[in-house]
T-cell receptor, first 116, second 115 residues
Framework: GAVVSQHPSWVICKSGTSVKIECRSL??????MFWYRQFPKQSLMLMAT?????????EQGVEKDKFLINHASLTLSTLTVTSAHPEDSSFYIC????????????FGEGSRLTVL | AQKVTQAQTEISVVEKEDVTLDCVYE???????LFWYKQPPSGELVFLIR??????QNEISGRYSWNFQKSTSSFNFTITASQVVDSAVYFC????????????FGSGTRLSIRP
């Protein structure tokens, strides 16, 4: 079964509204999670590193005020797309590392956002 | 800066043919990790392999094999006796910085296996 779960799987919203996407680690704790964005037929672009109890670290070119990341607990990171516009429509995927000695990296199922 | 190049945008072969997906990477890190992921039409990422920079041994897993060559900064992936179910987008990825979990992806290769 999935060890990293995202919710919602898909969401449609009107332009100007804010949308929150959750990334939850199941049965393990993740002090760090990563958020990616994937446009249709393109690659996954790393957006930011979510750090539990501290500010997220954003990749160059990613607007931190546009994409709010909160990592309030050891099992949950949230990405909020604020004032969404059609160009924000994309597939958002999170990942979380498992136990350090295993080197495993778990990806969520992804959340497809469509902004009308 | 780290970079992953997958020069093959799309590949189409007939079932049972062998196919190799190329991956070339750039990094200044002495320790790094390389990955291959499969993304079927449903969108979820399927982990295939992780290799660290100190392990240059080639690996075989069933019909899949990987050829890691540090001298050419390549980490190619071969599927032998391809099957229709292998049709997907395949991504090569590289760790960024000191974290093995923070990875960047290549542009992907869309593989179509025709019956």
């Amino acid at each position: 079964g999935a060890v990293v779960s995202q919710h919602p799987s898909w969401v449609i919203c009107k332009s100007g509204t804010s949308v929150k996407i959750e990334c939850r680690s199941l049965d393990f704790q993740a002090t760090t999670m990563f958020w990616y964005r994937q446009f249709p037929k393109q690659s996954l672009m790393l957006m930011a590193t979510s750090n539990e109890g501290s500010k997220a670290t954003y990749e160059q070119g990613v607007e931190k005020d546009k994409f709010l990341i909160n990592h309030a607990s050891l099992t949950l990171s949230t990405l909020t797309v604020t004032s969404a516009h059609p160009e924000d429509s994309s597939f958002y995927i999170c990942s979380a590392p498992g136990l350090a000695h295993t080197g495993e990296l778990f990806f969520g199922e992804g959340s497809r956002l469509t902004v009308l | 800066a780290q970079k992953v190049t997958q020069a093959q945008t799309e590949i189409s072969v007939v079932e049972k043919e062998d196919v190799t997906l190329d991956c070339v990477y750039e990094t200044r890190d002495t320790t790094y990790y390389l990955f291959w992921y499969k993304q079927p039409p449903s969108g979820e990422l399927v982990f295939l392999i992780r290799r660290n920079s100190f392990d240059e041994q080639n690996e075989i897993s069933g019909r899949y094999s990987w050829n890691f060559q540090k001298s050419t900064s390549s980490f190619n992936f071969t599927i032998t006796a391809s099957q229709v179910v292998d049709s997907a987008v395949y991504f090569c990825a590289l760790s960024k910085g000191s974290s093995a979990s923070k990875i960047i992806f290549g542009s992907g290769t869309r593989l179509s296996i025709r019956p």
